[in-house]
């Protein structure tokens, strides 16, 4: 046990001494929460937009303002003509045109029907749908104000109700995602590369030679990056509650738990790797390659997994960060128990002894 | 006082699938005894070494090693033997006494017993004003010198010693051999692979590996008179010429 105890303090002097692990261990998590949390948003906030009014009347005044008087929006500039809407484009500070057909109130009273025409500003497709629905629903409450007291045959209300996060706010989405990728990330990355530079520096093998089983220098690899991991995900949670306000309707204990078994699984995974690699170049290469995307892309963290194409969705099952996200998500936004997380726990678990068992045999494999 | 033999090989061989890396090498090297292990590059030397050190299982015959079977008492000669390999195996990032005290750690040394040693083995090696510097700061000659001290920080019976000197001026080589010699006068016994033929006339007696067999082994003056040449290098060369 004090061989052991040994070898964990040494593990801590390289972690300490290294500028740059300690950078992407305590750096990383805090530079990419912010980042996620203020820059990166999928939400509609003051989005400059244009006026083309070809009618001047009432009703598309009373349109108008309502749009500016919105949050979402802000109007920049009025058009005279058709020809200014391709200009107004291409400068770029606008994201969205309206343009009121000619007598807008005229036909709306004699035929029924107006036509606003929407114009948005495509290259940033999200950004774009985003706000077609926005001023369409404004436009749609106009209508419903207009229409109050009138007699109509029919009258669809669709109400909605967004539960678990009624504002939309997207940090919510990211925080659990973030923490994801970053508890993978430090613990498969860091200790792939402490390992296999041991390998490379030539020291690895002294620890062969020495009276210290592998199992011992495997273990003493770890134990570091669980305690440092599991402060990050503390950190990560702490800024989610204190900057974003963000409710943890669950049980914090059991979102600890559940962190501890998959920094486990990422750390199994990382042996794996160094198993299998010889530097650490490379060994960081396919850390950052073979994990941070698909952990980026195939984990439903930004691109919601039920709109891939069926062959992705298959192959996101065997991606360890679904299934943390899933739970991260149930736990932090649902407040769900463990009753109901059961299944995404029992496949990491599952995932965390193949790895293992893998690492093991890639290992014996190696010393023959 | 009768001569005990440390090292006893008996027919020890490692195959890899078809090809057949150690073919069957017997020996005997005795205590506190310079045993030079050489060989081309590929000859099998480092994987004969891997099985006497027990990290690698041998796939036939039989050696003891400090008294141990290497296929079933692996980990009792671990506890006594030392080893240093051709990179200098000591973490850059520690400094000098930490570095010795981790692997006094390793070696299950008790606390008193690595505060003795790192204390008397810093002063011998006169790096009082160094200790705490990170060894990455000191020149290669003093690396290899502690490398050295620290693979004998437990007092094995037998040191390894892989290549110890690749890469390093002459006369830090000369240093590092009468270190060697030192400790060989004690009675530890040396077990060293080199590239260098001149080192290998400072060895007591010397094995000569060709594809996997030993080829040659004796006292470096009656191999140069068996070969009727001048230098170990010549007797090297004559091996190798004769196998092809």
Sequence with gaps: MKRFLG???????????????????????????????????????????????????????????????????????????????????????????????????????????????????????????????????????????????????????????????????????????????????????????????????GTMEILLVSPLSSFQVIVGKVVPYIFLSMINAAIIIFLGITVFKMPIAGNLILLGLESVLFIITSLALGILISTMVKTQQTAMMISLMGLMLPVILLSGFIFPISSMPPPLQVISNIVPAKWFITIAKGIMLKGVGLGYLLKETLILIGMTVFFIALSIKKYKIRLE | MKEENVIISKGLTKRFGGFTAVDAITFEVKKGEIFGFLGANGAGKTTAMKMLIGISNPTGGEAMVAGFDVHTQQDAIKKNIGYMSQKFALYDDLTVAENITFYGGIYGLSRKQIREKRTKLIETLGLGEIAHQLVGSLPLGWKQKLAFSVAMLHDPQIVFLDEPTGGVDPITRRQFWEMIYKAADKGTTIFVTTHYMDEAEYCHRVSIMVAGKIEALDTPKKLKEQFEVSSMNDVFLRLARNIE
Aim: glycine share 4%.
């Design chain 1, 7 to 201: 070898f964990v303090r040494k593990e801590f002097y390289h972690i300490f001494r290294d500028k740059r692990s300690l950078f992407i261990l305590f750096g990383m998590p805090v530079a990419q929460i912010l980042l996620f949390g203020f820059a990166i948003t999928n939400e509609i906030n003051n989005v400059d937009i244009a006026v083309l009014n070809q009618s001047k009347d009432v009703n598309t005044q009373e349109i108008t303002q309502k749009i500016d008087a919105s949050k979402y929006f802000t109007i920049k500039r009025f058009l005279t003509s058709e020809k200014e809407i391709e200009e107004a484009f291409k400068k770029g500070d606008i994201k969205a045109v309206i343009n009121f057909e000619k007598d807008f109130s005229e036909h709306l009273i004699k035929e029924g029907q107006g036509s606003i025409q929407i114009l948005t500003d495509a290259t940033d497709p999200n950004t774009a749908s985003a706000i077609t629905n926005y001023i369409s629903s404004i436009i749609q409450s106009y209508q419903q104000q207009q229409n109050q007291g009138v007699q109509m045959d029919y009258q669809i209300h669709p109400e909605v109700r967004m539960v678990y996060n009624p504002e939309l706010k997207s940090v919510f989405m990211f925080v659990p995602g973030v923490m994801t990728i970053i508890l993978m990330l430090v613990s498969a990355m860091m200790t792939s590369i402490s390992i296999t530079r041991e390998k490379e520096l």
